[in-house]
């Protein structure tokens, strides 16, 4: 079992960056392929990115090609979001999220959860 505390959301102008991080408690974290989702209000959550258990492949949704990159530091048990690029449309709380399935890339690869971190970009 693992438990995630996700941390570096905030408040940014259009156009800026912000790293999010989600540090991961508990011995298995290398066995985890590791994603983030996002959820706006009114809307349902949205896979982000994802990364496999060593880092080595990387997914990413359409709308943040490009402009955000996830990677992962196994011994720190730490999974990052680095978001470039900001736009008014990625405001949303954002979710990190830990699974063993095959796929990254929905909601349902995933068992575990942190309790999210709000991004607000202003125009």
């Known amino acids: 079992q693992v438990q995630l505390v996700e941390s570096g959301g905030g408040l940014v102008q259009a156009g800026g960056s912000l790293r999010l991080s989600c540090a991961a408690s508990?011995?298995?974290?290398?066995?985890?392929?590791m994603g983030w989702f996002r959820q706006a209000p009114g809307k349902e959550r949205e896979f982000v990115a994802a990364?496999?258990?060593?880092?080595?492949?990387?997914y990413y949704a359409d709308s943040v090609k490009g402009r955000f990159t996830i990677s992962r530091d196994n011994a720190k048990k730490t999974v990052y979001l680095q978001m470039n690029s900001l736009n008014p449309e990625d405001t949303a709380v954002y979710y990190c999220a830990a699974g063993s399935s095959y796929y990254l890339k929905t909601r349902y690869d995933y068992n575990y959860w942190g309790q999210g971190t709000q991004v607000t970009v202003s125009s």
């Open positions: 508990g011995r298995a974290f290398s066995t985890y392929n």
């Open positions: 990364i496999n258990r060593n880092g080595v492949y990387t």
